[in-house]
């Protein structure tokens, strides 16, 4: 089962725009981390936000936490063309499990 | 780049028969996943194992799946007796946790699956 909700499930800027996503996910988590997939490929690793941070940036990605909602969100600043691709967030259960639940994904297109 | 190995990228295989993926973890990552993709779909937990120990299975994967991790580094994932509904995208991860910095973990390209 999916624990994890992407919010939009499609997004479509123009290039030069900023891209937000959202994931909302159900039970305590240890951390969170966001993926991007370019289509038919594995997943790329970018943040890794812990429960006890709020905010985190990458280059032009900023991740949030708010675990009192049990939300996170995906901003990426000034899109380019190359920034098209699926954007999953995966959440790490405290409750004695191993495994990282993923979202259905948010697939992003940048046009330019 | 060392980063995860997966093999073979691509495999066709006739419904009934056997299909066994490798999967070579980052170098010194004590905790490997394995997980199943289909289209439009996030990746689907199936196992995980820290060094060669199999410590988590999914209900997804049935009797005909079994995975292993012989000596705690590179892991197979064979699937017996395949079915048109196995097709999909088995992905490969492996991480070393760090109680500082959590636990990043690499997915590998992922190997893709058709049952025809």
């Known amino acids: 089962s999916q624990q994890g909700e992407e919010d939009p499930q499609a997004l479509s800027i123009q290039e030069g725009e900023n891209a937000t996503m959202n994931c909302s996910y159900k039970t305590s988590i240890n951390n969170l981390q966001w993926y991007r997939q370019n289509s038919g490929r594995g997943l790329v690793h970018l943040i890794l936000?812990?429960?006890?941070?709020r905010e985190k940036h990458s280059g032009r990605l900023r991740v949030t936490l708010d675990t009192s909602k049990k939300s996170s969100s995906l901003l990426i600043t000034a899109s380019r063309a190359a920034d098209t691709a699926s954007y999953f967030c995966?959440?790490?259960?405290?409750?004695?499990?191993?495994?990282?639940?993923f979202g259905t994904g948010t697939r992003l297109k940048v046009l330019a | 780049d060392t980063g995860v190995s997966q093999d073979p990228r691509h495999k066709i295989t006739k419904r009934g028969q056997n299909v066994t993926f490798r999967c070579d973890p980052i170098?010194?990552?004590?905790?490997l996943y394995w997980y199943r993709q289909t289209l439009g779909q996030g990746p689907e937990f199936l196992t995980y194992?820290?060094?060669?120990?199999?410590?988590?299975k999914s209900r997804l994967l049935s009797d005909r799946f079994s995975a292993e991790r012989p000596k705690g580094s590179f892991s197979t994932l064979e699937i017996q007796r395949t079915e048109q509904g196995d097709s999909a995208m088995y992905l490969c991860a492996s991480s070393f946790y760090r109680h500082s910095s959590g636990n990043t973990i690499y997915f590998g390209e992922g190997s893709w699956l058709t049952v025809v």
């Open positions: 170098s010194e990552h004590n905790r």
């Open positions: 995966a959440t790490a259960p405290t409750s004695g499990t191993y495994k990282y639940i």
């Open positions: 936000i812990r429960s006890n941070e």
């Open positions: 194992f820290q060094n060669e120990a199999q410590l988590e």
